[in-house]
């Protein structure tokens, strides 16, 4: 699991040095994602107990998917340096967003106010939408005392 979030946490340490100086929203987005990385790789080495290996089919385009997206929400982020400020500014709520542990990726979203992010935390929600819908029926019919009413995302809606 490690090999998951290290290049990923490695590229937010390293746009630090690659981009020093590019201004407030670059620094929140770079440290935002920094410290998500970060927070995974320690609770891979401290909190959480696996109880078996991933195959390297999944580890090597998971690890990859990480770091590209990682790169490319850095990367869009130094391509607007110069552009005018949103009308709205939605960089300290997303700062909150990301504190408080809710909507994650919606937090970097709104510190970026750029599109590539905003369209990965789109794209990444209906992802686990859908996954999240596949694993309650893979439990429902995996035990038969599973409770018919949990919902796999919004209780009581879905």
């Known amino acids: ?5 290290t290049p990923a946490f490695l ?3 390293a746009s630090f040095a690659l981009f020093p100086n590019e201004g ?14 970060f927070k995974r790789d320690f609770e891979v080495l401290f909190i959480h107990k696996y109880s078996g290996m991933m195959v390297l089919d999944s580890v090597v385009p998971i690890s990859l998917s990480y770091l590209i997206s990682t790169v490319g929400m850095i ?8 552009f005018p400020e949103p009308p709205i500014d939605l960089k300290y709520p997303g700062v909150a967003l990301f504190l408080v542990g809710i909507g994650g990726f919606v937090g970097v979203s709104f510190i970026s106010q750029a599109l590539y992010p905003f369209a990965l935390t789109l794209g990444t929600t209906f992802f686990l939408l859908g996954r999240s819908y596949a694993t309650r029926n893979w439990y429902r019919s995996k035990f038969e005392d599973f409770p018919k009413d949990v919902k796999a995302m919004i209780p009581f809606v879905f």
Do not use: E, K, P
């Open 1 to 5: 699991m490690l090999i998951l979030y």
């Open 11 to 13: 590229a937010g340490v």
């Open 24 to 37: 407030l929203r670059f620094l929140l987005l770079s440290s935002a994602l920094t410290i998500h990385f």
């Open 75 to 82: 990367y869009a982020q130094y391509l607007t340096q110069g």
